[in-house]
Protein backbone atom coordinates (compact mmCIF):
# COMPACT_ATOMS: atom_id res chain seq x y z
CA UNK A 1 0.00 0.00 0.00
CA UNK A 2 1.39 3.37 -1.18
CA UNK A 3 -0.50 5.42 1.21
CA UNK A 4 -2.34 7.07 -2.16
CA UNK A 5 -5.86 6.26 -2.18
CA UNK A 6 -7.91 7.19 -5.39
CA UNK A 7 -11.35 7.12 -5.61
CA UNK A 8 -13.46 5.41 -7.66
CA UNK A 9 -11.62 2.47 -8.17
CA UNK A 10 -13.93 1.45 -11.56
CA UNK A 11 -16.22 4.34 -13.67
CA UNK A 12 -18.40 3.13 -16.47
CA UNK A 13 -19.78 6.17 -18.53
CA UNK A 14 -20.75 7.26 -21.98
CA UNK A 15 -19.74 9.23 -24.73
CA UNK A 16 -20.14 12.83 -23.92
CA UNK A 17 -20.69 12.47 -20.40
CA UNK A 18 -18.74 14.10 -17.31
CA UNK A 19 -16.34 12.52 -14.68
CA UNK A 20 -14.81 13.43 -11.66
CA UNK A 21 -11.51 11.48 -10.57
CA UNK A 22 -10.43 11.50 -6.59
CA UNK A 23 -6.93 11.21 -5.08
CA UNK A 24 -5.93 11.59 -1.91
CA UNK A 25 -1.93 11.82 -1.57
CA UNK A 26 0.10 10.23 1.18
CA UNK A 27 0.11 12.35 4.17
CA UNK A 28 2.94 15.15 4.12
CA UNK A 29 3.17 15.03 0.50
CA UNK A 30 2.53 18.36 -1.16
CA UNK A 31 3.28 16.96 -5.06
CA UNK A 32 0.40 15.46 -6.68
CA UNK A 33 0.78 14.14 -10.69
CA UNK A 34 -1.88 12.93 -12.89
CA UNK A 35 -1.22 10.44 -15.61
CA UNK A 36 -2.88 8.49 -18.22
CA UNK A 37 -2.34 4.94 -18.89
CA UNK A 38 -3.66 3.54 -21.93
CA UNK A 39 -3.14 0.46 -25.00
CA UNK A 40 -2.37 3.11 -27.88
CA UNK A 41 -0.28 6.71 -26.05
CA UNK A 42 1.13 3.99 -22.92
CA UNK A 43 1.98 6.13 -19.60
CA UNK A 44 1.68 9.48 -20.48
CA UNK A 45 1.82 12.63 -17.60
CA UNK A 46 -0.86 15.02 -17.68
CA UNK A 47 -0.50 17.35 -14.54
CA UNK A 48 1.06 18.15 -11.60
CA UNK A 49 0.12 20.25 -8.48
CA UNK A 50 1.88 21.56 -5.94
CA UNK A 51 0.59 22.92 -2.54
CA UNK A 52 -2.10 23.36 -4.44
CA UNK A 53 -0.51 25.31 -7.64
CA UNK A 54 -0.78 24.19 -11.09
CA UNK A 55 3.26 22.95 -11.44
CA UNK A 56 3.71 21.39 -14.76
CA UNK A 57 1.36 20.39 -17.64
CA UNK A 58 1.90 17.38 -20.13
CA UNK A 59 -0.23 15.89 -22.68
CA UNK A 60 -3.31 16.71 -21.12
CA UNK A 61 -6.75 17.52 -23.57
CA UNK A 62 -8.11 20.87 -22.88
CA UNK A 63 -11.43 18.56 -21.81
CA UNK A 64 -9.51 18.05 -19.14
CA UNK A 65 -8.58 19.77 -16.04
CA UNK A 66 -7.58 18.79 -12.13
CA UNK A 67 -7.23 21.06 -9.12
CA UNK A 68 -5.52 20.75 -5.67
CA UNK A 69 -7.60 21.77 -2.68
CA UNK A 70 -6.16 23.18 0.51
CA UNK A 71 -6.27 19.89 1.92
CA UNK A 72 -4.06 18.77 -0.56
CA UNK A 73 -6.39 16.21 -2.31
CA UNK A 74 -6.41 16.43 -5.70
CA UNK A 75 -9.33 15.86 -8.49
CA UNK A 76 -9.28 15.56 -12.07
CA UNK A 77 -12.51 16.17 -14.20
CA UNK A 78 -12.66 14.52 -17.46
CA UNK A 79 -15.67 16.33 -19.67
CA UNK A 80 -17.53 15.43 -23.25
CA UNK A 81 -15.90 12.01 -23.00
CA UNK A 82 -15.10 9.93 -25.66
CA UNK A 83 -14.04 6.27 -26.50
CA UNK A 84 -10.42 6.97 -26.58
CA UNK A 85 -10.32 8.87 -23.20
CA UNK A 86 -10.72 4.87 -21.88
CA UNK A 87 -7.45 4.48 -19.86
CA UNK A 88 -6.58 3.56 -16.40
CA UNK A 89 -5.73 7.18 -14.86
CA UNK A 90 -3.00 7.40 -11.98
CA UNK A 91 -2.64 10.02 -9.10
CA UNK A 92 1.09 10.01 -7.44
CA UNK A 93 2.21 11.89 -5.27
CA UNK A 94 5.68 13.17 -3.36
CA UNK A 95 7.10 15.12 -0.77
CA UNK A 96 8.52 17.94 -2.59
CA UNK A 97 8.97 19.45 -6.09
CA UNK A 98 12.27 18.29 -7.64
CA UNK A 99 15.50 16.30 -6.22
CA UNK A 100 15.36 12.70 -5.62
CA UNK A 101 12.36 12.40 -4.66
CA UNK A 102 9.89 9.58 -5.71
CA UNK A 103 6.58 9.43 -6.90
CA UNK A 104 4.31 6.91 -5.00
CA UNK A 105 1.26 6.08 -6.88
CA UNK A 106 -2.21 5.30 -6.15
CA UNK A 107 -3.90 1.92 -7.48
CA UNK A 108 -5.41 4.27 -10.34
CA UNK A 109 -8.96 4.15 -11.49
CA UNK A 110 -10.40 2.52 -14.31
CA UNK A 111 -12.44 4.20 -16.86
CA UNK A 112 -14.62 2.84 -19.24
CA UNK A 113 -16.55 5.10 -21.93
CA UNK A 114 -19.14 3.13 -23.68
CA UNK B 1 12.79 16.57 -24.74
CA UNK B 2 13.47 13.68 -23.18
CA UNK B 3 12.71 9.70 -24.19
CA UNK B 4 12.74 6.32 -22.60
CA UNK B 5 13.32 3.45 -24.75
CA UNK B 6 12.50 -0.08 -23.72
CA UNK B 7 13.43 -2.49 -26.30
CA UNK B 8 11.96 -5.80 -25.18
CA UNK B 9 8.57 -5.57 -25.27
CA UNK B 10 8.37 -9.23 -23.84
CA UNK B 11 10.61 -11.73 -21.48
CA UNK B 12 10.84 -15.24 -19.93
CA UNK B 13 13.50 -16.14 -17.08
CA UNK B 14 13.83 -19.75 -15.29
CA UNK B 15 12.89 -19.09 -11.36
CA UNK B 16 15.68 -18.21 -9.62
CA UNK B 17 17.72 -17.44 -12.58
CA UNK B 18 18.99 -13.19 -12.66
CA UNK B 19 17.46 -11.77 -15.86
CA UNK B 20 18.12 -8.29 -17.41
CA UNK B 21 15.63 -5.66 -18.49
CA UNK B 22 16.89 -2.79 -20.63
CA UNK B 23 16.46 0.86 -20.81
CA UNK B 24 18.22 3.23 -22.80
CA UNK B 25 17.53 6.77 -22.30
CA UNK B 26 17.82 10.57 -23.98
CA UNK B 27 18.23 13.71 -22.31
CA UNK B 28 19.92 17.14 -22.61
CA UNK B 29 19.90 17.77 -19.06
CA UNK B 30 22.87 17.20 -17.43
CA UNK B 31 20.69 16.33 -13.67
CA UNK B 32 18.03 13.71 -13.70
CA UNK B 33 17.06 10.44 -11.68
CA UNK B 34 15.85 7.25 -13.05
CA UNK B 35 13.42 5.03 -11.81
CA UNK B 36 12.02 1.58 -12.19
CA UNK B 37 8.76 0.44 -11.57
CA UNK B 38 6.63 -3.06 -11.32
CA UNK B 39 3.18 -2.87 -12.55
CA UNK B 40 1.69 -6.68 -11.65
CA UNK B 41 -1.63 -8.15 -13.16
CA UNK B 42 -3.55 -6.01 -10.75
CA UNK B 43 -2.40 -2.83 -12.07
CA UNK B 44 -0.91 -0.72 -9.13
CA UNK B 45 2.38 0.92 -9.79
CA UNK B 46 5.14 0.24 -7.53
CA UNK B 47 8.08 2.15 -7.12
CA UNK B 48 11.46 -0.30 -7.17
CA UNK B 49 14.69 1.63 -7.54
CA UNK B 50 15.95 4.83 -8.29
CA UNK B 51 19.33 5.89 -9.75
CA UNK B 52 20.52 9.59 -9.79
CA UNK B 53 22.61 11.10 -12.40
CA UNK B 54 25.39 12.07 -10.11
CA UNK B 55 25.27 8.96 -8.09
CA UNK B 56 28.76 6.88 -8.29
CA UNK B 57 27.66 3.64 -7.12
CA UNK B 58 24.84 2.16 -9.15
CA UNK B 59 21.71 1.44 -6.54
CA UNK B 60 20.69 -1.44 -5.47
CA UNK B 61 17.23 -2.57 -3.50
CA UNK B 62 17.49 -6.22 -2.51
CA UNK B 63 17.15 -8.33 -5.26
CA UNK B 64 16.82 -5.35 -7.59
CA UNK B 65 19.83 -3.56 -8.91
CA UNK B 66 20.12 -0.77 -11.48
CA UNK B 67 22.84 -0.96 -13.60
CA UNK B 68 23.80 2.99 -14.77
CA UNK B 69 25.68 3.43 -17.56
CA UNK B 70 25.91 7.26 -18.00
CA UNK B 71 27.86 7.05 -21.25
CA UNK B 72 25.75 4.99 -22.87
CA UNK B 73 22.50 6.36 -21.55
CA UNK B 74 21.74 3.47 -20.31
CA UNK B 75 20.23 2.22 -16.60
CA UNK B 76 19.11 -1.23 -16.91
CA UNK B 77 17.39 -3.01 -14.29
CA UNK B 78 18.81 -6.38 -12.99
CA UNK B 79 16.34 -9.02 -10.85
CA UNK B 80 18.61 -11.93 -8.81
CA UNK B 81 16.80 -15.20 -8.00
CA UNK B 82 13.23 -14.59 -9.99
CA UNK B 83 10.46 -15.45 -8.40
CA UNK B 84 7.20 -16.41 -9.70
CA UNK B 85 5.88 -13.07 -7.93
CA UNK B 86 8.50 -10.79 -10.25
CA UNK B 87 6.01 -12.02 -13.45
CA UNK B 88 4.65 -8.19 -14.52
CA UNK B 89 5.13 -5.51 -16.43
CA UNK B 90 8.12 -3.20 -15.54
CA UNK B 91 8.46 0.39 -17.00
CA UNK B 92 12.07 2.99 -16.47
CA UNK B 93 11.11 6.01 -15.81
CA UNK B 94 13.18 9.68 -16.01
CA UNK B 95 12.60 13.03 -14.31
CA UNK B 96 14.58 15.91 -15.45
CA UNK B 97 15.67 18.15 -12.19
CA UNK B 98 14.96 21.39 -13.41
CA UNK B 99 12.72 24.09 -13.10
CA UNK B 100 10.04 23.02 -14.92
CA UNK B 101 7.74 20.48 -12.95
CA UNK B 102 8.86 16.91 -11.50
CA UNK B 103 7.11 14.81 -13.98
CA UNK B 104 8.06 11.38 -15.13
CA UNK B 105 8.37 10.41 -18.75
CA UNK B 106 8.15 6.33 -19.50
CA UNK B 107 9.76 3.87 -21.63
CA UNK B 108 6.76 1.62 -22.93
CA UNK B 109 7.81 -0.93 -20.44
CA UNK B 110 8.87 -5.01 -20.61
CA UNK B 111 6.33 -7.72 -20.02
CA UNK B 112 8.33 -10.33 -18.25
CA UNK B 113 7.42 -13.73 -17.65
CA UNK B 114 8.60 -16.04 -14.99
CA UNK B 115 8.59 -19.89 -15.55
CA UNK B 116 8.37 -22.57 -13.15
Known amino acids: DSGVTQTPKHLITATGQRVTLRCSPR?????VYWYQQSLDQGLQFLIQ???????AKGNILERFSAQQFPDLHSELNLSSLELGDSALYFC?????????????FGPGTRLTVT | AQKITQTQPGMFVQEKEAVTLDCTYD???????LFWYKQPSSGEMIFLIY??????QNATEGRYSLNFQKARKSANLVISASQLGDSAMYFC?????????????FGGGTRLMVKP
Open chain 1, 49 to 55: YYNGEER
Open chain 2, 27 to 33: TSDQSYG
Open chain 2, 93 to 105: AMRANNNAGNMLT
Open chain 2, 51 to 56: QGSYDE
Open chain 1, 92 to 104: ASSVGDGGSYEQY
Open chain 1, 27 to 31: SGDLS
